[in-house]
């Protein structure tokens, strides 16, 4: 693995999975991870590849790396939904997103409390998913 160390790192991201757009319009996974021990300060980027429950991880460059946190960092809110949508898991929890608040957030009520993140009602959740063409 590649670390990122202490004193590269601008801004915190927080543990977790994320997605971000790719240049052809698809989404690209990453797993962010703190070092512990005598990697304690230090932040681990890694891509992942395949599917939930089976996923590869495949090292960055350093250089990649930190271009990767700096997107996450940029809106970790939203690589964080993004993440949950199109896995239909949490980020940061790995629970499958198995109610419509959760489905429409992209992560589970305690993960949104934890994160400071936005949690929708019923009702939002209703029209976010009719926004974005899915069923309830």
């Given at each position: 693995?590649?670390?990122?160390?202490?004193?590269?790192?601008?801004?915190?991201?927080?543990?977790?999975?994320?997605?971000?757009?790719?240049?052809?319009?698809?989404?690209?996974?990453?797993?962010?991870?703190?070092?512990?021990?005598?990697?304690?300060?230090?932040?681990?980027?890694?891509?992942?590849?395949?599917?939930?429950?089976?996923?590869?991880?495949?090292?960055?460059?350093?250089g990649h790396s930190k271009s990767v946190l700096?997107?996450?960092?940029?809106?970790?809110?939203?690589?964080?939904?993004?993440?949950?949508?199109?896995?239909?898991?949490?980020?940061?929890?790995?629970?499958?997103?198995?109610?419509?608040?959760?489905?429409?957030?992209?992560?589970?009520?305690?993960?949104?409390?934890?994160?400071?993140?936005?949690?929708?009602?019923?009702?939002?959740?209703?029209?976010?998913?009719?926004?974005?063409?899915?069923?309830?």
């Amino acid at each position: 693995l590649i670390a990122i160390r202490p004193n590269d790192v601008p801004v915190v991201v927080p543990d977790g999975r994320y997605a971000l757009p790719a240049e052809d319009g698809h989404f690209v996974f990453y797993k962010v991870e703190a070092g512990q021990g005598k990697w304690d300060g230090y932040t681990f980027v890694v891509q992942l590849i395949g599917s939930v429950g089976d996923w590869q991880e495949a090292r960055l460059s350093q250089g990649h790396s930190k271009s990767v946190l700096a997107r996450i960092a940029a809106n970790v809110e939203e690589a964080a939904r993004m993440f949950g949508i199109k896995a239909k898991a949490c980020g940061y929890c790995a629970s499958p997103l198995s109610n419509i608040q959760s489905r429409a957030a992209g992560y589970g009520e305690t993960c949104a409390h934890n994160h400071g993140f936005y949690y929708p009602s019923h009702e939002e959740a209703v029209q976010i998913l009719a926004e974005r063409g899915e069923n309830d």
